[in-house]
């Protein structure tokens, strides 16, 4: 979930913001980021909405842009 943090050091974020913002503590966020654990489908989902991109990006299964046809 390395993504995570990418997108919220993009957007010049504190973690505690971004934990604020999904409403779990800034210590979940901390080991979503640091790949121990992955958050939960549900956030997973409200992360990549937040965000605009998509859940397959998110978790690096897939790049902006890229056509997978």
């Known amino acids: 979930m390395i993504r ?3 997108f919220r050091l993009k957007q010049n974020m504190k973690q ?3 934990s604020s913002i999904l409403k779990v503590p800034a210590n979940t966020l901390s080991v979503w980021e640091s790949g121990k654990f992955e958050p ?3 956030k997973l989902i409200e992360i990549a ?4 991109v998509s ?3 998110l978790l690096g299964r897939d790049s902006p842009g890229t056509n997978t046809v």
């Open 55 to 57: 859940t397959d990006y």
């Open 4 to 6: 995570i943090k990418e």
């Open 49 to 52: 909405d937040y965000f605009n």
């Open 40 to 42: 939960p489908y549900e």
């Open 16 to 18: 505690k913001e971004l």
